[in-house]
């Protein structure tokens, strides 16, 4: 079983960057994604960011287009969301989660659906003061 682990989270100034960690377990080879949600007090869980191996592609949410970076460390079993210039509207629980089963990322944008994730972390808290 894929287990998840999310770190990095707290309280920081808008202006001032994270690095999230989301370690992960279980997996029985290298094709998996690891994606990046988030969800803000009354508002819907929305996508972040995703990595998928083993191509190594990433993609980005418009909203944190050009201001985050996801990687993954050498061992393959952390993957890293780095934030830099964090907003209030930043505010969120972040989840990282695993997506084992690839059948159907052939739909369009299929890494911005939660629905594609199979695992969970979690959930690590950030709070951005303005």
């Known amino acids: 079983e894929v287990r998840l682990e999310e770190s990095g989270g707290g309280e920081v100034q808008a202006g001032e960057s994270l690095r999230l960690s989301c370690t992960a377990s279980g997996f029985t080879d290298n094709n998996y994604a690891i994606g990046w949600f988030r969800q803000a007090p009354g508002k819907e869980r929305e996508e972040v960011s995703c990595?998928?191996?083993?191509?190594?592609?990433?993609f980005y949410a418009d909203s944190v287009y050009g201001r985050s970076t996801i990687s993954i460390d050498n061992t393959k079993t952390t993957v890293y969301l780095q934030l830099n210039s964090l907003k209030p509207e930043d505010t969120a629980v972040y989840y990282c989660a695993a997506n084992v089963d690839r059948s159907s990322n052939y739909r369009r944008s299929w890494w911005r659906r939660a629905d594609e994730y199979d695992y969970w972390g979690q959930g690590t808290q950030v709070t951005v003061s303005s």
């Open positions: 990595y998928s191996s083993p191509d190594g592609s990433t």
